[in-house]
């Protein structure tokens, strides 16, 4: 099985700041990679498809590169409501998925 | 639009059985899969597996064997998480979700179930 790592776990930043939160398959995926952003007591959005593909009405801010193993999702100007927790998702062997285990975004 | 609908959240005695029901609309349910996702209280995403829903044939992760069954009802296009012998380690909000338009991604997403195990 495909495991995900993500880090770090916990991220502070301000508004304005860049933030960029990496994660690494234990084989190749190719880009097959999506991120998501979830806000308490909601469902999971997705942000990022196909390792750098923005999803439909995401915000430009969000970009995502990488390819193999490593890949990165960078919030370029962080937003008051871009405080949340993201995940990444590999999907080389869709439709068996595997999550990372978050990265949490919290106010300095 | 596209859209999943979950059933309300649910308090079960330990060894007891649960059903949370996904309801589809806005596309062709029988096009694409459902997935079922669980999040543990305060935890990450855990996929549980996926169901074919022009088959009907799932297919569960590993540490979803045996007393996770999804089914489906493809004339009220609706997908099904029966859930048998509850222990206190289900606690959390399950999920569906499909991929639609992202390939390989879950773009759609049901607002989430929560079970409760208590006695």
């Known amino acids: 099985d495909i495991q995900m790592s993500q880090s770090p776990s916990s991220v502070s930043a301000s508004v304005g700041d860049r933030v960029i939160i990496t994660c690494r398959a234990s084989?190749?995926?190719?880009?097959?990679l999506a991120w998501y952003q979830q806000k308490p007591g909601k469902a999971p959005k997705l942000l990022i498809y196909?390792?750098?593909r923005l999803q439909t009405g995401a915000p430009s801010r969000f970009s995502g590169s990488g390819s193999g193993t490593d890949f990165t999702l960078t919030i370029s100007s962080l937003q008051p409501e871009d405080f949340a927790t993201y995940f990444c998702?590999?999907?080389?062997?869709?439709?068996?998925?595997?999550f990372g285990g978050g990265t949490k975004v919290e106010m300095k | 639009q596209e859209q999943l609908v979950q059933s309300g959240s649910e308090v079960k005695k330990p060894g007891a059985s649960v059903t949370i029901s996904c309801k589809a609309s806005?596309?062709?349910?029988?096009?694409?899969?459902i997935h079922w996702v669980r999040q543990a209280p305060g935890q990450g995403l855990e996929w549980m597996g996926w169901?074919?829903?022009?088959?009907?044939?799932?297919t569960y992760a590993q540490d979803f064997t045996g007393r996770f069954v999804f089914s489906l009802d493809t004339s009220v296009q609706t997908a099904y998480l029966q859930i048998s012998s509850l222990k206190p380690g289900d606690i959390g909000v399950y999920y569906c979700?499909?991929?639609?338009?992202?390939?390989?991604?879950?773009?759609?997403w049901g607002p989430g179930t929560l079970v409760t195990v208590s006695s």
């Open positions: 979700a499909t991929q639609i338009a992202s390939a390989g991604a879950l773009d759609y």
């Open positions: 806005g596309y062709t349910f029988t096009k694409y899969p």
């Open positions: 169901i074919n829903t022009n088959s009907g044939n799932p």
């Open positions: 084989q190749g995926v190719n880009t097959w």
């Open positions: 196909a390792a750098s």
């Open positions: 998702q590999q999907a080389n062997t869709f439709p068996l998925l595997t």
